[in-house]
C-alpha cells in the first residue's frame, strides 16, 4: 500500500502512547486497515476531532515503512452520525455491527458491499428511519449472507424436509449446525433456541431485501425476540470470538 484516498468508516480506536491514537478504518477502497494517527491526542487541531466511533470520513492513508503500520495522513468529515453518539441504546447497535465488522474483515481486503451496509445501516440509525431492533435484524442477516455464513432457514438439517411441510408452530434452531431441524428429528441437546416459523418467514424476507424495503418490515415483540436470540447466538459461535459490545448490548437491555 502506497498511498490511498478513500471514503471510511471509524471502527474502532485505542490510546497509542501519550501522543498518538490506533483507529481501525472500514474503507471503501481497502476494506478495513488499522493504521496510526500520529500526534491525535496531543493536538486537537491535527484531526479537529473527527477520528469519533461511526464517523464517516475522507482519508488519506500512507503505507508503513518496512511493513509497519499505516499512517493516517488527512481525515476530513464527512458526516458525524452525532445522533447515535448521543443515544446510549443507539451507540450499543453501532458498537456492535462496527467490532462484526471488525472482527470478521481481513486487513486490507476490499469489501464494497459490506461497506455499503454498514454505511447505509448507519445512516438508517441515525436519522431514525426503523426500530433499532429490526435494523439490528437486518444487519446481521445480511451481514451473514455476505460473509458466506448464512444460516439454512429453509429446511430441515437432519432431514431435508422443506419447512413449509412442517406443521408444527415452533421449530429448533440449532446453532452449531447452523440450521433448523423439524420437530420428528432428534432434538440436539446443547445450542439450540426455539423459534416460530413465522418468525423464521421475517428473518428470510429479511436476508433478501435492501434498506428500503426493510424499513416497511413490521415484526412483532415475539418475532424479534425469538430472531435477536437467533442470530446473537449464531454470530459469535461461527465467528469463533465472543463479541464485547453484544455483552454491553444485552446488558443494556435487561436494563430498560
Ligand atoms: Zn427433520
Known amino acids: 500500500m502506497l498511498t490511498v484516498s478513500s471514503p471510511a468508516i471509524v471502527l474502532h480506536r485505542a490510546d497509542f502512547g501519550d501522543f498518538d491514537l490506533i483507529v ?21 487541531r491535527r484531526f479537529s476531532g473527527v477520528l469519533e466511533p461511526f464517523s464517516f470520513l475522507e482519508v488519506v492513508l500512507r503505507g508503513g515503512q518496512k511493513k509497519g503500520m499505516p499512517v493516517l495522513q488527512e481525515a476530513s468529515l464527512k458526516h458525524p452520525f452525532l445522533k447515535i453518539r448521543e443515544q446510549i441504546q443507539k451507540m450499543a447497535y453501532a458498537g456492535y455491527w462496527a467490532e462484526l465488522v ?40 445480511r451481514f451473514l449472507t455476505l460473509a458466506g455464513l448464512q444460516p439454512n432457514l429453509d429446511a430441515c438439517r437432519i432431514c431435508h424436509i422443506d419447512l413449509e411441510k412442517v406443521t408444527s408452530a415452533k421449530v429448533v434452531f440449532h ?32 436476508g433478501k431485501t435492501d434498506l428500503r424495503k426493510a424499513s416497511r418490515a413490521r415484526l412483532s415483540g415475539p418475532n424479534i425476540q425469538e430472531a435477536q436470540e437467533l442470530l446473537e447466538a449464531f454470530i459469535p459461535y461461527h ?18
Open 175 to 206: 446453532v452449531a449446525k447452523g440450521g433448523v431441524v423439524c420437530e420428528k428429528c432428534p432434538a440436539p441437546e446443547a445450542r439450540v433456541t426455539y423459534l416460530s416459523k413465522g418468525t423464521l418467514k421475517q428473518l428470510q424476507r429479511l
Open 24 to 44: 481501525t478504518l472500514f474503507t471503501l477502497e481497502k476494506g478495513k486497515i488499522t493504521a496510526i494517527a500520529k500526534s491525535a491526542k496531543k493536538s486537537i
Open 102 to 141: 471488525k472482527e470478521w474483515s481481513e486487513e486490507g481486503e476490499k469489501q464494497a458491499a459490506l461497506y455499503e451496509l454498514l454505511l447505509g445501516t448507519l445512516e438508517a440509525l441515525d436519522e431514525d428511519r426503523m426500530q433499532e431492533e429490526t435494523l439490528s435484524l437486518f444487519f446481521q442477516i
Open 239 to 256: 465467528l469463533g470470538k465472543s463479541l464485547k459490545s453484544l455483552r454491553v448490548l444485552k446488558q443494556l437491555r435487561r436494563q430498560v
